[in-house]
């Protein structure tokens, strides 16, 4: 009996020996990578992301607050135009205090508290959008827009701040502009004998 109780000592001491080297190389491996397995490195990810941008599958955005619009490439420039000239109708109309139906009417209202710049590129970029909305006289071609752009058209002027007030964030801001026509009231029953 008392053999037994020693060799199944043995056993133990080996059994402890053994979780003891386990727990030194677990220790030790996560020590010395910092990685979980089946995780990307820094540089690895880093790398995928540059050729996700290269492929076309990352697209960048001006800012988190714009949206992206889809729209067959042929139309893009003339949506960006008149996506330029409703942005500041609506900046037109919270600085007014106004609900102008009118984007250049609202450019009209809002012209007290813009400057004499502002106002006239404000007044340009409407022209654009409008143009870009009603003029389908010549067509568009790639490079003929390149050219224009290259040369320093009015659409790629973006308008100048506000001089006596500070425009911020309108995106943030609700805008209510209710035009709907108010109820008449209802006719005097007519009395009939």
Known sequence: DH??????MRVLIHLCL?????LRVAVIGSLCCSVMPGRWSAQVLEE??????RRGYVVARSSPAAGIVKVPPEVAPRVRAVARSLSLH????ILSGGCEPVARAATRAARPLLGDRAYKAAMRQHDEGNLAKHDWSRPRVPWADAWSSASGSAADEEPLPASSATIG???QQPLSCDFSPEPTPPSPP???G
Do not use: C, K, W
């Open 90 to 93: 609506q900046q037109h109309n």
């Open 190 to 192: 007519l009395s009939g």
């Open 3 to 8: 053999g037994e109780s020693r060799g199944g």
């Open 169 to 171: 964030d309108f995106t």
């Open 18 to 22: 053994f979780v003891v080297v386990i």
């Open 48 to 53: 995928r992301r540059l050729r996700a941008i």
